[in-house]
């Protein structure tokens, strides 16, 4: 398969969006409207993320799935480069909107723990729109990042945290894995996130792919 190209994505929705775009919800519609308008150093990503969401919201054997899956499957190799959200934004015609809040069910415990705001962490020369990261939405609307997740000193991911969340899809349920790293874990007797750092950091991994293996 060759890799997706975040330009052919575009053409599909730019052709269909009036057939899209009427079932994709609020949230979904955020989502999309988010990624369009973040630069990305990784377009490809980006791409899969969009086609993800609008396949999710499409019915079964709605017309626009196939050319859509096409773009997935022959896609031309992608080119790096930042992408100009703005321009996709009008071509679309989108217009954004509030940006998400919590789940009715979030825990506000896991808003309460040690974060640093998408603010300060792009200030220090880091992207907070990172997928790999875990990303919280609180009900102001403001995008925290728990704080874990990074070292100290140099104030960069750790790498053990980035490979559990990418095993665990953080981008896709960052509370899920926030509720993964601080609460308790029967299978490494401890809460994740407090091993950090020490020895048992070593049985993370293997930690997440149990947790996977039980879904």
Do not use: C, K
């Not at 009008?90 to 909107?97: E, H, N, P």
């Not at 825990?107 to 990303?135: E, K």
């Not at 981008?171 to 401890?190: C, I, K, R, S, T």
């Amino acid at each position: 398969m060759r890799a997706i190209a975040l330009a052919d994505v575009l053409d599909v929705l730019r052709e269909h969006w009036d057939e899209v775009q009427e079932y994709l919800d609020g949230t979904a519609r955020a989502a999309v409207v988010a990624l369009l308008d973040t630069p990305s150093a990784d377009p490809e990503r980006t791409a899969r993320r969009i086609v993800r969401l609008v396949l999710a919201a499409l019915p079964d054997g709605h017309p626009v799935r196939v050319p859509l899956e096409d773009s997935v499957r022959y896609s031309r190799a992608v080119h790096t480069g930042a992408i100009d959200g703005t321009a996709v934004l009008r071509a679309l015609d989108l217009f954004r909107g509030p940006s998400p809040v919590p789940p009715e069910d979030a825990d506000d415990w896991l808003l309460a723990a040690d974060s640093v705001s998408a603010t300060d962490y792009r200030a220090g020369g880091h992207d907070p729109a990172d997928p790999d990261l875990i990303r919280l939405t609180d009900r102001q609307g403001a995008v925290r990042l728990p704080s874990f997740q990074f070292d100290g000193a140099s104030g960069r991911p750790l790498p053990v945290v980035v490979a559990v969340n990418r095993l665990l899809d953080a981008d896709d349920d960052p509370w899920g894995v926030a509720d993964w790293w601080l609460g308790a874990n029967a299978w490494l007797d401890a809460v994740p996130a407090r091993l950090l750092g020490t020895p048992g950091e070593h049985g993370l991994l293997a930690a997440a792919r149990a947790e996977i293996a039980e879904w």
